[in-house]
T-cell receptor, first 113, second 112 residues
Framework: GDSVTQMEGPVTLSEEAFLTINCTYT??????LFWYVQYPGEGLQLLLK?????DKGSNKGFEATYRKETTSFHLEKGSVQVSDSAVYFC????????????FGQGTTLQVKP | DAGVTQSPTHLIKTRGQQVTLRCSPK?????VSWYQQALGQGPQFIFQ???????QRGNFPDRFSGHQFPNYSSELNVNALLLGDSALYLC???????????FGPGTRLTVT
């Protein structure tokens, strides 16, 4: 079945460092791909998405490119801030009718001043 | 415009008891999905309700059941609670024009 694998955390960076969080997926068709962020004590917020191969999703300085050839959707940011500290989830959806999401296990990012 | 709301925020139950969690979708959304997020894990899809019917179900036992009301709000019921049911339960409503899902803050259920 469909699945999402993320790099294990926690990831600890200094402020202004470059961020990469790896995400690979397994799917039978052509899924839409998402990154969600979960701040402490809050629900999930959609960070960015891409719906077809070679699409680049971007938001708040974060970017991810849908790579069908490598089945990947790595999250990047050029300069992280302390306020980016959160748990990041990669997810896919193959069912456009229901939008059912399949999530990775999450990667905790801690940014130190 | 209120987002997705859930109640209660926290709940402590004893093994074998039953629990009901509630969700109100974002205004204008008629589809509600429920997810279970165990500690340190990603959310897992429980089921989705649309037009008061269960439209799709994930790999969860029949102890997990739900309901959707005419105003699109929804309940998640869990019977015969097990220790392993301890988790954050997230509700999401879906914008049928953008297909984006909006998540509530969750209900933290602890089973002792």
């Amino acid at each position: 079945g469909d699945s999402v694998t993320q790099m294990e955390g926690p990831v600890t960076l200094s402020e202004e460092a470059f961020l990469t969080i790896n995400c690979t997926y397994t799917a039978t068709g052509y899924p839409s791909l998402f990154w969600y962020v979960q701040y402490p004590g809050e629900g999930l917020q959609l960070l960015l998405k891409a719906t077809k191969a070679d699409d680049k999703g971007s938001n708040k300085g974060f970017e991810a490119t849908y790579r069908k050839e490598t089945t990947s959707f790595h999250l990047e940011k050029g300069s992280v801030q302390v306020s980016d500290s959160a748990v990041y989830f990669c997810a896919l959806s193959e069912d456009s009718n229901t939008g059912k999401l399949i999530f990775g296990q999450g990667t905790t990012l801690q940014v130190k001043p | 415009d209120a987002g997705v709301t859930q109640s209660p925020t926290h709940l402590i139950k004893t093994r074998g008891q039953q629990v009901t969690l509630r969700c109100s979708p974002k205004s204008g959304h008629d589809t509600v999905s429920w997810y279970q997020q165990a500690l340190g894990q990603g959310p897992q899809f429980i089921f989705q309700y649309y037009e008061e019917e269960e439209r799709q179900r994930g790999n969860f036992p029949d102890r997990f059941s739900g309901h959707q009301f005419p105003n699109y709000s929804s309940e998640l019921n869990v019977n015969a609670l097990l220790l392993g049911d301890s988790a954050l339960y997230l509700c999401a409503s879906r914008d049928e024009s953008s297909y984006e899902q909006y998540f509530g803050p969750g209900t933290r259920l602890t089973v002792t």
